[in-house]
């Protein structure tokens, strides 16, 4: 049974930084893609991050190209996202997904999911 179990959620103020980890299990994930998506209240979910399992290459939304770094762990079979100078339109549940294949920003494409870490950025 695969199981994506997200940690590292917290209350932080503006500027500040925190890091998001997913650990993976159940499966080989060798050929997926990993990403994390966001939503916040009222809002959609939305594409943040992702990485290529096998060769790391990484993919980012525009609002967190600089700021954001996703990595990947594959002796501990787990993600990251190091999230630097935080503003506080970043709060959100933040979602760990896994798709086979290459990476995609529609979330309905993803076939794995974790329960969501909450993320909240005061001003």
């Known amino acids: 049974q695969v199981q994506l179990v997200e940690s590292g959620g917290g209350l932080v103020q503006a500027g500040g930084s925190l890091r998001l980890s997913c650990a993976a299990s159940g499966r080989t994930f060798s050929s997926h893609t990993m990403a994390w998506f966001r939503q916040a209240p009222g809002k959609e979910r939305e594409f943040v991050a992702a990485i290529r399992w096998s060769g790391g290459s990484t993919y980012y939304a525009d609002s967190v190209k600089g700021r954001f770094t996703i990595s990947r762990d594959n002796a501990k079979n787990t993600v990251s996202l190091q999230m630097n100078s935080l503003k506080p339109e970043d709060t959100a549940v933040y979602y760990c997904?896994?798709?086979?294949?290459?990476?995609?920003?529609?979330?309905?494409?993803?076939?794995?999911w974790g329960r969501g870490t909450q993320v909240t950025v005061s001003s």
């Open positions: 997904a896994a798709r086979l294949g290459p990476h995609s920003v529609t979330s309905s494409l993803y076939h794995y």
